[in-house]
């Protein structure tokens, strides 16, 4: 909860360029967080999804669930912009 919080205030500051350092790094760390404990909770209720997954609906949803990673994952987001390089030596505006 703490880190979905976090990551979606830091991502509000650079949505509307008010970014820094801080809030670039704790937009990362929040967003390492949040997979981490969805994984943990995928872990701990593996059974349960599992159970669910075993019908014609379940598959259809994993099935849907898989194009959308795979759309984001394959996906250009710069939107044919040229952005410059973000780095520590280079700042973050």
């Known amino acids: 909860m703490l880190s ?33 404990a969805c994984a943990m909770h995928i872990a701990i209720n593996l059974k349960s999804l599992l159970k669910s997954i075993n019908s014609r609906l379940g598959w259809a949803m994993l099935a849907i669930l898989a194009l959308f990673v795979l759309a984001m994952v394959f996906s250009n987001t710069d939107g044919g912009h040229q952005h410059q390089q973000r780095g520590f030596g280079r700042g973050w505006r």
């Open 4 to 36: 979905g919080g976090m990551t979606l205030a830091s991502g509000i500051f650079l949505l509307f360029r008010h970014s820094s350092h801080l809030i670039a790094v704790a937009h990362q760390v929040g967003a390492i967080l949040f997979v981490v």
